[in-house]
């Protein structure tokens, strides 16, 4: 399996990985230190990954937990920081070409492309950290295919 893509501390580590299917949507992803014996364990519920097994400093601990985000979760198109919290965005392909926007696991927004005017419209919650620049550039990721569309039959 291709090694998992860190970056922490101004370096990019790679490090080697397996993954366990444990059934009813739970996997568990290995992590293995430099000596190849030490393992973590981390793991995503409901929405929320978190540290599982094992101990690591907390900024090498949110790195990781980044970058599994960034490959495994394929329904977020980015995360952020902001004030020092992360922010994970996912979005929900919805039917009639209607797409919600939510922010760790909070609806944020939604998206809806008019079939008659060919254009987006969207709708932005007050108390939410993403802005307007956000949701624009889900749309043109919409348009660019890399955020599905679900057909209308």
């Given at each position: 399996m291709?090694p998992?893509e860190?970056?922490?501390?101004n370096?990019?580590?790679f490090?080697k990985?397996s ?22 364990v ?35 198109p980015?995360l ?74």
């Amino acid at each position: 399996m291709k090694p998992l893509e860190v970056r922490c501390r101004n370096r990019i580590m790679f490090v080697k990985m397996s993954i366990a299917d444990k059934g009813m949507g739970i996997r568990d992803y290995y992590l293995y230190g430099k000596n190849g014996t030490s393992s973590y364990v981390f793991r995503r519920s409901q929405g929320i990954w978190e540290l599982a097994y094992g101990v690591m400093p907390e900024d090498v601990r949110e790195a990781c937990i980044d970058a599994l985000i960034l490959r495994y979760d394929h329904d977020s198109p980015e995360l952020f920081y902001n004030n020092g919290k992360r922010y994970v965005v996912r979005i929900s392909t919805k039917k009639s070409s209607i797409w919600h926007v939510y922010v760790n696991t909070t609806y944020a927004a939604s998206i809806q492309y008019d079939q008659f005017s060919k254009k987006f419209k969207y709708h932005l919650e007050d108390d939410t950290a993403l802005t307007d620049d956000h949701i624009k550039k889900y749309i043109a990721m919409i348009q660019r295919g890399e955020i599905k569309w679900k057909k209308n039959r």
